[in-house]
């Protein structure tokens, strides 16, 4: 009777073989990818790395071009920019039916206003109408260094009211810091000394007493530091400067040969160059 009831158990055995094997075919069979669906899986794989790589060179190019933007250009842009936003203004205040210039005015004071205008005929005295040399750039920096200067009148005025015996307060402001006494007359020598100190000459023996305070040394300092960063940054060379003789005398006149060469040069090319060579009719 065992025998005969292992058997069965033996014949069953070979079944379950077979539908496991079955499985794992079918596991396998599913695992696998079909050609499509590796060429498809393949054409997406491509994709980004097309993408990426646009990216990638796109921002070279951006970190590219912002390296080589310079100082000079960068003023040039933010100059652009301003003359669009002004010519935008102005086309939207025409379609509104209204005066660019008197509402631009509003914007400034009256102190503004007569600062500018003294600013401009200021610049108009000063512009390049005669040869330029050595003389007259020191001059033009002269000029510009008294615009600069801000002398301390109230010293002066102190000074001065030392110098010629007069009593505090008379030329300026008398502020006394202790008790209510009122202003006194400087003596005859403290005068003579006020005078001497003041208005000295050839034969005055005094030298060397004279002390800046501290603003006016900051105010040196400062002015120093602002010719020398000036200085640093600044190119006798300009971009619009064509290499080639030099045919002009100043900025003005520069600037009308190029207008006059702008028209002219083609009809007069060929004449100048027969009077270079010599060979001029």
Same mark, same amino acid.
């Given at each position: 009777?065992?025998?005969?009831?292992?058997?069965?158990?033996?014949?069953?055995?070979?079944?379950?073989?077979?539908?496991? *094997?079955?499985?794992?075919?079918?596991?396998?069979?599913?695992?696998?990818?079909?050609?499509?669906?590796?060429?498809?899986?393949?054409?997406?794989? /491509?994709?980004?790395?097309?993408?990426?790589?646009?990216?990638?060179?796109?921002?070279?190019?951006?970190?590219?071009?912002?390296?080589?933007?310079?100082? %000079?250009? *960068?003023? &040039? #842009?933010?100059?652009?920019? +301003?003359?669009?936003? *002004?010519? &935008?203004?102005?086309?939207?205040?025409?379609?509104?039916?209204?005066?660019?210039?008197?509402?631009?005015?509003?914007?400034? *004071?009256?102190?503004?206003?007569?600062?500018?205008?003294?600013?401009?005929?200021? +610049?108009? /005295?000063?512009?390049?109408?005669? =040869?330029? !040399?050595?003389?007259?750039?020191?001059?033009?920096?002269?000029?510009?260094?008294?615009?600069? @200067?801000?002398? !301390?009148?109230?010293?002066?005025?102190?000074?001065?009211?030392?110098?010629?015996?007069?009593?505090?307060?008379?030329?300026?402001?008398?502020?006394?810091?202790? $008790?209510?006494? $009122?202003?006194?007359?400087?003596?005859?020598?403290?005068?003579? @000394?006020?005078?001497?100190? @003041?208005?000295?000459?050839?034969?005055? #023996?005094?030298?060397?007493?004279? +002390?800046?305070?501290?603003?006016?040394?900051?105010? @040196?300092?400062?002015?120093?530091?602002?010719?020398?960063?000036?200085?640093? +940054? =600044?190119?006798?060379? %300009?971009?619009?400067?064509?290499? $080639?003789?030099?045919?002009?005398?100043?900025?003005?006149?520069?600037? =009308?040969?190029?207008?006059?060469? /702008?028209?002219?040069?083609?009809?007069?090319?060929?004449?100048?160059?027969?009077?270079?060579?010599?060979?001029?009719?």
């Amino acid at each position: 009777m065992s025998s005969r009831e292992e058997s069965p158990v033996n014949e069953e055995q070979p079944m379950e073989d077979v539908e496991d *094997t079955e499985k794992e075919a079918e596991t396998e069979s599913s695992g696998k990818l079909t050609m499509e669906e590796r060429q498809k899986k393949m054409a997406e794989l /491509r994709k980004k790395l097309a993408a990426s790589s646009k990216a990638n060179r796109t921002s070279m190019i951006e970190e590219s071009a912002k390296a080589r933007v310079s100082a %000079r250009d *960068t003023v &040039r #842009l933010e100059r652009q920019r +301003k003359l669009a936003e *002004t010519l &935008r203004q102005k086309a939207e205040a025409e379609e509104r039916g209204e005066d660019v210039s008197r509402d631009k005015n509003w914007e400034w *004071t009256i102190e503004q206003n007569d600062e500018w205008e003294r600013k401009q005929a200021r +610049k108009r /005295r000063r512009a390049q109408f005669e =040869f330029n !040399d050595d003389a007259d750039a020191a001059r033009r920096k002269y000029k510009k260094d008294l615009d600069y @200067l801000k002398p !301390d009148l109230h010293a002066y005025n102190q000074q001065k009211e030392m110098a010629l015996g007069l009593a505090p307060g008379t030329l300026t402001s008398f502020n006394p810091k202790h $008790g209510e006494a $009122g202003p006194s007359l400087p003596s005859d020598l403290q005068a003579q @000394l006020a005078h001497d100190n @003041l208005y000295r000459d050839a034969n005055t #023996l005094m030298y060397g007493d004279s +002390k800046p305070s501290e603003e006016a040394i900051d105010r @040196l300092v400062a002015k120093l530091n602002k010719d020398a960063d000036k200085k640093s +940054k =600044f190119s006798r060379k %300009r971009a619009n400067e064509d290499e $080639g003789d030099i045919t002009y005398i100043n900025e003005h006149n520069r600037v =009308f040969n190029k207008k006059i060469a /702008r028209y002219y040069d083609k009809y007069t090319t060929e004449l100048r160059a027969n009077f270079e060579r010599g060979t001029a009719l």
